[in-house]
């Protein structure tokens, strides 16, 4: 018998069409103890439940956990809980965590991770043979969520341009937001409407915080912006609405807050070139420029420290609507940045993803519905070319297409081809066990150290049964990291499985490595022995794990950068350790993301006894 439980979790950020999905947290389920105080929380409204964990409640909780998932890209999660959990049915605690908010722009700085508490839930259960079933779904207030959007230092502008006379929305209209500042005001950013009229920009304090001066004086008062707005038709560049600077004193407009809503209607005079090109803008949250880019000139992100990317990749731009007046294609060129190798149109092929391109609505009754993804799966035309047609409808029968997220493609990075024998692929794959086994503290052959591959991204878009290109841009260069070590983690422990990691990542205690020395304690000192390979290395650290007083830990990695990093004997002083057991883990980040967040961490660990 199992508990299976759904459910999505959306945060409201103005009102009914300022909501977004909570993706990529850990939502988790606690127990709670059978009691008149678990039956009144259940039944209480979560406005007054909802809060910040802190610290001494997570940790007077942490035994009390009963299963954790994580939130997919639409905020959906699923939990399966049974006879192993121990579960019956009965209520209990929904808390999330997250280390970030959703944000197109990258965040530069550290940023906290928090933990929330939504709510103690008695699920209704519905049986199906020996299953139960309940779905949950919740979306957090506004006043919640754009707390902790503030947290994260996520601010947002979202708004809508309608026809002043007919209320219908204008779309492929772009809106600019500005911040009037002292010296000078603040372009906050901005963003073309879509076929609803909406439009959504985000920003950090950074953008309305500059001065003149910056970043030697960064002043803002008061401590919000103070906002006004500019509408244009993106392809003739006609000024539709131009707020004076002035509006950005009023009372609606000054020191707003991290989450503003606001409404306009143009003229019933002003028609909209409806004509929206297809545009490639970011590789996943990553704006390729030209203003505002977030690469550098040799293909890396401006984070610091700076990343490669690896993975597949979502290349991520604008793209018009079902009822959109012309009718458009759109394809990728890649080329071989260190080569200038044109990759042929059956590679670029090879290395494209089925994608969710968007959705598609149809009224199916006089109120039945149905709302169904599009899915791309690029193919050659018949002149041997990946053009790549966005979807087409603009009627309820045949169905309004609408693009989803801006996904333009979905890119397998590991089959970019090197050359035009498809022999060579943007991918390492090295095997330290043959011939022989590499042991931790050793180097690792010059050979099996991975190189670094950049390649240059070049976006045409056209009109269908058209040969003139309409848009043209190009990501000049982006480094493409993939690689794949095959290896065996302490064979001395008599361990015959092997292991195939990003990285070379291995860590062995010499103390106890030798033959008949596995279980020996450790007296004076613990001598770590430990080799790690990959190209981007960002940091690395050893340290121990026990009860207090423990050894500093070890800190390594760039500056300067290196592809691979051992010791033989790293000596660590144990002789203010207790006796007890302890471990001793080796920690490895790798500079990479796949557009939306960095890689995890990577670890090794081994137990030893301290016995005098």
Known sequence: MSYQFKGNLKGLLCDKYCIEAIANVKIRLYRAAASREVVLQAAAAVKETFHEVTAEELKAKSGNLLAETTTDADGNFAFQLGRESKYEGEAFDIDFECGN?????????????????????????????????????????????????????AWVICGRVINCKTQKPLQGLRVAAFDVDWLQDDPLGSNLTDADGHFRIDYTMADFSQTLLSPWLNVEWPAGPDLYFTITE??????????????????????????????????????????????????????????????????????????????????????????????????????????????????????????????LLKQTGPITWTHDAVIITPALNGAGEVWIPVPRGNNLTTGIFTPTNGVLALLNTSQLALDAGSTAFARDNFDLTSPSVLIAGNAVPAAQRAGIHTFKII????????????????????????????????????????????????????????????????TTTVTAQYTIAHPHVESFTLRFEGNPTLPT???????????????????????GMEPCAYILWLDLQLGLTNGAQKIPEIHDHIAFCKTA
């Open 234 to 359: 993106p392809v003739s560049g006609a000024v539709l609405l131009k707020e004076d600077r002035s509006t950005g004193h009023r009372a609606d407009r000054t020191n707003r807050g991290p989450c503003f809503c606001v409404e306009f209607c143009l003229p019933d005079d002003i028609t909209p070139n409806n004509e929206v090109p297809a545009l490639f803008e970011r590789v996943g949250n990553y704006d390729i420029g030209p203003t505002g880019a977030q690469f550098d000139a040799q293909g890396y992100t401006t984070d610091v420290p700076r990343l490669a990317f690896y993975g597949p990749l979502n290349l991520n731009g604008t793209l018009p609507s079902g009822t959109n007046s012309n009718e458009m294609e759109y394809r990728f060129r890649i080329i071989n940045a260190d080569t200038s190798y044109e990759l042929s149109s059956a590679q670029v092929l090879n290395a494209l993803l089925p994608f969710k391109i968007g959705e």
């Open 459 to 522: 976006f045409e878009t056209r009109k269908v049964g058209t040969t003139t290109l309409t848009a043209v841009n190009t990501l000049e260069k982006i480094v493409i990291s993939n690689v794949n070590y095959h290896q065996r983690r302490h064979p001395g422990w008599g361990y015959t499985g092997d292991e195939d990691l990003m990285a070379a990542a291995m860590l062995e205690i010499k103390e106890t490595t030798g033959s008949g020395h596995g279980c020996g304690g450790i």
């Open 101 to 153: 908010v959703p944000r197109p722009k990258p965040y530069p700085g550290k940023l906290p991770t928090l933990q929330f508490h939504i709510t103690t839930l008695q699920p209704k259960w519905r049986g199906q043979e020996n299953d139960f079933f309940a779905a949950w779904e919740y979306v957090i207030p506004n006043r919640w969520w754009c707390l902790i959007r503030a947290k994260y230092d």
């Open 553 to 575: 830990p070890f800190n390594g990695g760039p500056p300067p950068a290196a592809a691979e990093y051992h010791d033989n004997n790293k000596a660590f002083a144990t002789t």
